[in-house]
T-cell receptor, first 111, second 116 residues
Framework: RKEVEQDPGPFNVPEGATVAFNCTYS??????FFWYRQDCRKEPKLLMS???SGNEDGRFTAQLNRASQYISLLIRDSKLSDSATYLC????????????FGTGTRLLVSP | EAGVAQSPRYKIIEKRQSVAFWCNPI?????LYWYQQILGQGPKLLIQ????????DSQLPKDRFSAERLKGVDSTLKIQPAKLEDSAVYLC??????????????FGPGTRLTVL
């Protein structure tokens, strides 16, 4: 079983739609959680951290359910510029605290 | 503020040849990471340095891959000899410290390697 699992998509949505991505992780000792965004042929960039209480940044909302080992990202009012791959990332609770990336979920927003 | 620099951006080699990638992290960042990203997958950590010391190289194929960060600043990653399955983007990242809570990793643009 993969440490971090995501649906690769692609998710095709029209502008203005609301879309949600899910991610599950296998290691219950995982410490911190993030969503990174990666544009085509570009490097990953941190989108937002995910807190136990949930957090919101503009049109983006992230949720964490530690009991179910589940992370979500909700994008409201999708824009064309939101088209990208969204990587679910878990920081393992080991001595070196390395990041483990999911395969990413591809989002395509169309006019 | 200058970001993480990597070179070359693209490299095409034949199998069994050698190749080296260079990374210059953000100034003042003590921790440097090399990731391998195969098409359709997320980045996979190969090696992590804290200053000039290796703190995690558990996923580095040490029979053919090597990396160094001699002066605790820039770093090189070498593959010798390359195999077809090494075709990937090699991403370098840096962070201020060794991944404490809230510490962000900043990625360079990557080197896209094609092994023929």
């Amino acid at each position: 079983r993969k440490e971090v699992e995501q649906d690769p998509g692609p998710f095709n949505v029209p502008e203005g739609a609301t879309v949600a991505f899910n991610c599950t992780y296998s290691n219950s000792a995982s410490q911190s959680f993030f969503w990174y965004r990666q544009d085509c042929r570009k490097e990953p960039k941190l989108l937002m951290s995910v807190y136990s209480s949930g957090n919101e940044d503009g049109r983006f909302t992230a949720q964490l359910n530690r009991a179910s080992q589940y992370i979500s990202l909700l994008i409201r009012d999708s824009k064309l510029s939101d088209s990208a791959t969204y990587l679910c990332v878990v920081r393992m609770n080991t001595g070196f605290q390395k990041l483990v990336f999911g395969t990413g979920t591809r989002l395509l927003v169309s006019p | 503020e200058a970001g993480v620099a990597q070179s070359p951006r693209y490299k095409i080699i034949e199998k069994r040849q050698s190749v080296a990638f260079w990374c210059n992290p953000i100034s003042g960042h003590a921790t440097l990471y090399w990731y391998q990203q195969i098409l359709g997958q997320g980045p996979k950590l190969l090696i992590q340095f804290q200053n000039n010391g290796v703190v995690d190289d558990s996923q580095l194929p040490k029979d053919r891959f090597s990396a160094e960060r001699l002066k605790g600043v820039d770093s090189t990653l070498k593959i010798q000899p390359a195999k077809l399955e090494d075709s990937a983007v090699y991403l370098c990242a840096s962070s201020l410290t060794i991944g404490r809570g809230g510490d962000e990793q900043f990625f360079g643009p990557g080197t896209r390697l094609t092994v023929l």
